[in-house]
C-alpha cells in the first residue's frame, strides 16, 4: 500500500468513527430530552413535523376563536398553558387530584389536566382570565375572594374560583354545606379551608346582588 492509498484509508476510517460518534451522541440528546420532558409535557420538546397541518383545531376560549396545534394525546392544561399563555390555569398534582388545573367546559367545571384538548372542540372554554370583564370589573366570585383575604400562598385559587363560579351559577343560595361538597374536588396546600369556604359564601352573596 503506498502513501496515498494509506492516506485514504486513513480517512475513511476517521470519517466513520465520526459518524458513528455522531449517531451515539444525537441518540443520547434524543435519550435525555425524552427522560426530562417524559409524560404530558413531551409534547412541548417535539418540533414541527410533516402533517401537522393536520393537527390543527380551532378553540373558544374565553369568547375567543383561538387556532392551536394540538397532538393526539396533548391534554387542556397544557394547550392552555403552554401553547395559548393562559397561565392562570395551574399544573399541581397533573392526576385529576389538586383541582388547581380547573377550567369550566360549557359552564361545568373540570379537571383540564385529564382532559384531551381535542375533546373540548366545539366547546365553551373558561379559564381564569376570562371571568373579568373588558373594563376590568372583576367577577363577582373574584371580588369576594378579595374581599375576604381567602388565600394564602394562592396557588390553587384559580381552580377553587373555577369551582366557585360553577358553584354560584348552579345554586346561588348555597349552605355552607353545599359549598364545601360543592369545592371538595379542589385541596389547598395551606389548608385555608375556612376562608375559602367564607369567601365562596360571600360569591354567592353577590352573585345574587348582580342577578
Known amino acids: 500500500m503506498n502513501e496515498i492509498e494509506?492516506?485514504?484509508?486513513?480517512?475513511?476510517t476517521v470519517s466513520r468513527r465520526m459518524f458513528i460518534k455522531g449517531v451515539i451522541a444525537a441518540g443520547a440528546a434524543t435519550s435525555s430530552v425524552g427522560y426530562l420532558f417524559?409524560?404530558?409535557?413531551a409534547v412541548f420538546a417535539l418540533?414541527?413535523?410533516?402533517?401537522?397541518?393536520?393537527?390543527?383545531?380551532?378553540?373558544?376560549?374565553?369568547?375567543q376563536q383561538r387556532r392551536v396545534d394540538v397532538l393526539p394525546q396533548e391534554t387542556l392544561a397544557m394547550t392552555l398553558r403552554y401553547k395559548l399563555g393562559l397561565t392562570g390555569t395551574k399544573l399541581g398534582c397533573d392526576r385529576a387530584e389538586c383541582g388547581a388545573c380547573t377550567v369550566?367546559?360549557?359552564?361545568?367545571?373540570?379537571?383540564?389536566?385529564?382532559?384531551?384538548?381535542?375533546?373540548?372542540?366545539?366547546?365553551?372554554?373558561t379559564t381564569i382570565e376570562g371571568l373579568e370583564s373588558e373594563d376590568g370589573t372583576l367577577h363577582p366570585v373574584q371580588q369576594a375572594v378579595?374581599?375576604?383575604?381567602?388565600?394564602?400562598?394562592?396557588?390553587?385559587a384559580p381552580g377553587f374560583i373555577m369551582s366557585m363560579v360553577a358553584l354560584v351559577e348552579a345554586n346561588p343560595n348555597p349552605t355552607r354545606e353545599e359549598t364545601a361538597q360543592a369545592l371538595s374536588g379542589n385541596l389547598c396546600r395551606c389548608g385555608d379551608y375556612d376562608k375559602i369556604l367564607?369567601?365562596?359564601?360571600?360569591?354567592?352573596?353577590y352573585a345574587r346582588r348582580e342577578a
Not at 51 to 56: A, T
Open 104 to 125: 369550566l367546559v360549557d359552564g361545568t367545571n373540570h379537571y383540564s389536566c385529564s382532559m384531551l384538548t381535542r375533546s373540548a372542540v366545539g366547546r365553551e372554554i
Open 146 to 156: 378579595v374581599d375576604e383575604g381567602g388565600f394564602q400562598c394562592a396557588f390553587c
Open 47 to 63: 418540533p414541527s413535523i410533516q402533517g401537522s397541518v393536520g393537527r390543527l383545531v380551532t378553540l373558544n376560549v374565553n369568547g
Open 198 to 205: 367564607t369567601s365562596a359564601m360571600r360569591a354567592a352573596e
Open 6 to 12: 494509506l492516506l485514504e484509508a486513513v480517512q475513511r
Open 38 to 41: 417524559r409524560g404530558p409535557a
